[in-house]
């Protein structure tokens, strides 16, 4: 069952607290992506990463940093969260980049993030 | 740089209405179109696409045809039903793909009994 998995699911931080927040898949899709929510503005795309440790930021990379060392795992950190980082964060995979097929994303659930 | 404007931010139906969300496209080169569908609690997910001017997507009774002249690409369904309450994304992708989606606001669709 092709599944993009997000961990964890709700999380309540304090302002200037590190967060960390995970993502994996299990369909060995080659391109990740991490993406904020937020009322009245849809979707913005923070960071890509095409492969293992090869990344670019999206629309939005500021106060954000990624890693993904594994291919099926893929990382979003927040040093010294602010309160306007609280949102609701989802990740996504798709087929490797080029063709058409790139553009069909598997998004996981979202990860509910509280910043005080 | 490109864009997506989809002119409805909520829509309410009741069983069996006929369901239109406008979305127009800019966009610098031929880009792909797609509708994405969000449930609640869950994350979206891909509905269809279209790639060439003309070309009809379709998916699960909903349908949109890519037209190039009005750079438009809007989503319909004859008959809507309780269960397809979501939001509805619509997005465009440029051929280069280096750059994702580009998303539009969403449009929140209730459909009541």
């Known amino acids: 069952d092709m599944k993009v998995t997000q961990m964890p699911r709700y999380l309540i931080k304090r302002m200037g607290e590190n967060v960390l927040l995970e993502c994996g898949q299990d369909?060995?899709?080659?391109?990740m992506y991490w993406y904020r929510q937020d009322p009245g503005l849809g979707l913005q795309l923070i960071y890509i990463?095409?492969?293992?440790?090869?990344?670019s930021e999206g629309d939005i990379p500021k106060g954000y940093r990624v890693s993904r060392k594994k291919r099926e795992h893929f990382s979003l950190i927040l040093d010294s969260a602010k309160t306007n980082q609280t949102s609701v964060y989802f990740c996504?995979?798709?087929?490797?980049?080029?063709?058409?097929?790139?553009?069909?994303?598997?998004f996981g659930p979202g990860t509910r993030l509280t910043v005080l | 740089g490109d864009s997506v404007t989809q002119t409805e931010g909520q829509v309410a139906l009741s069983e069996e209405d006929f369901l239109t969300i406008h979305c127009n496209y800019s966009?610098?080169?031929?880009?792909?179109l797609f509708w994405y569908v969000q449930y609640p609690g869950e994350g979206p997910q891909f509905l269809f696409r279209?790639?060439?001017?003309?070309e009809k997507g379709s998916s699960r009774g909903f349908e949109a045809t890519y037209d190039k002249g009005t750079t438009s690409f809007h989503l319909r369904k004859a008959s809507v039903q309780e269960s397809d309450s979501a939001v509805y994304y619509c997005?465009?992708?440029?051929?280069?793909?280096?750059?994702?989606?580009?998303f539009g606001l969403g449009t929140r669709v209730s459909v009541f009994p």
């Open positions: 996504a995979s798709s087929l490797s980049l080029g063709g058409l097929s790139s553009y069909e994303q598997y």
């Open positions: 369909m060995s899709h080659e391109t």
């Open positions: 990463s095409y492969d293992v440790d090869s990344n």
């Open positions: 966009a610098s080169g031929y880009p792909a």
């Open positions: 279209a790639s060439r001017d003309k």
């Open positions: 997005a465009l992708g440029e051929n280069n793909y280096a750059q994702g989606l580009t």
